[in-house]
Structures are given as C-alpha cells and as structure tokens.
C-alpha cells in the first residue's frame, strides 16, 4: 500500500473563548464605566413594568428612538394590559404604524396583553421562563425587563453589546447567548446590575459598528480590541 501523504493544509485558527483581560483589568474597566456614569438607564420610555415589556418587544429591529415616538400616544391611551386589550389589535397596529414590523408587533403586544389580564391579572410576572412563554418575548427582553423592572441582575444581550463582546474580546462568543453566559462569568459582582447598560451605551455612541470613536473613550489604554485606532 502506498504511504499516505502528509497533509501541507495549515489548520484553521480556532476563534477566540476566552476573555483577553485578566480579573484585574476587568475591574478597572467596569470601574471606569461606573465614575463616569453612576446610575446609567435604558432608553426606551416607560411608565411602569407593563409600558417597558412593549416598548422592548416592540424595539426588535427598531431605534430607541423610533419606538419613543410610536408609543408617544399610545402609552397615553394604554399603559395597562386591561386598557391594551380594550384598545385593541388594530387599533394598536396603527399606533405603531412608523416603526418595522409593526403588523406582527402590534399582534404579539395584544395577544401578550390578553395574557397578562388572563393569567397574571395584568401584573407582569418576575420570571424568564413566565416572560419568555408571552408572545414576542425572548431571552433578551425577558433579561431587559427583570434587570430594568424588578432590579434583577441580569445580561440583556444586544446587538451593540454582542459586538463589543467580541471586538473588544471583552466575552468573545459565537451567539449571543455565548456572550451572555461568558459576561456572567467575568462582570464583579458590583457593577453586575448596570453592567449590560454601560456596555450598550459604550457600543451605541463611543464603539460604534463602522468608525470606533477611540479618541472618545473612557477604556482605550485598556482595550485590546485589534480594530483599536490611535486618538486623533
């Protein structure tokens, strides 16, 4: 039998699973997040626990902004699950005209109302397994609703937060869940409840998708991101 040839092919790179920060320097950068902005928020208006759940559910594939302004008047005329389901689907839908998707939302936000009065007598439930079971509810605006709503410490994955997991190679992950898990992990237990906020907030205005604004940045002498600029 002829001897087998030895493969010349290079073996792919494996992607990187571990966090490129020790303990030390993780502190320091949730450290630095914490002084300069003590008590962050979400962005999305909302009255109370029910307003919150829809303007989340609502904000799949839409701006903060976007979702503010269609639910100026509708979180005026419905802040309830009992006063949502009395509005009713369609009036919803045209509530929500300006945003995307907003034929399916509005679906999703009446029959999750339905729910609520049915259910939970219109309380919204502190659970991820409850949140997760109503319509156009994931894992992502479950973690946003319990972290927001009911102070629970918990990771909302976005998609600005997924980038900066990554790029930074802060939790590096294939899936946001990955990303999730791996912050878990690593975050001090002190800034655990705003962590997923400051994180968001660094991705939207300083480390944005297209151009980092690395000038600007609270974190640059620490951040080991490959994509890092030097100040101009």
Known sequence: MEARKAS?????KRPISRSRYSKAEIHAIFQRFHEDNP???GELDHSNEFTLLVAVVLSAQATDAGVNKATRNLFVIADSAQKMVTLGEDRIREEIRTIGLYKNKAKNVYALSRILVERYNGV???TREEL????G???KTANVVLNIA???PT????THLFRIGNRL????GKTPLDVELKLEKIIPKEFFLHAHHWLILHGRYICKARKPECGKCIIADLCKSKEKALPV
Do not use: N, S, W, Y
């Open 8 to 12: 010349t092919a290079k073996p792919a």
């Open 39 to 41: 008590e962050p928020h």
């Open 124 to 126: 919204v439930p502190q």
């Open 132 to 135: 997760e079971a109503l319509p």
């Open 137 to 139: 509810v994931g894992r």
């Open 150 to 152: 009911f102070g629970q």
């Open 155 to 158: 990771i909302a994955v976005d």
């Open 169 to 172: 190679g802060l939790a590096p």
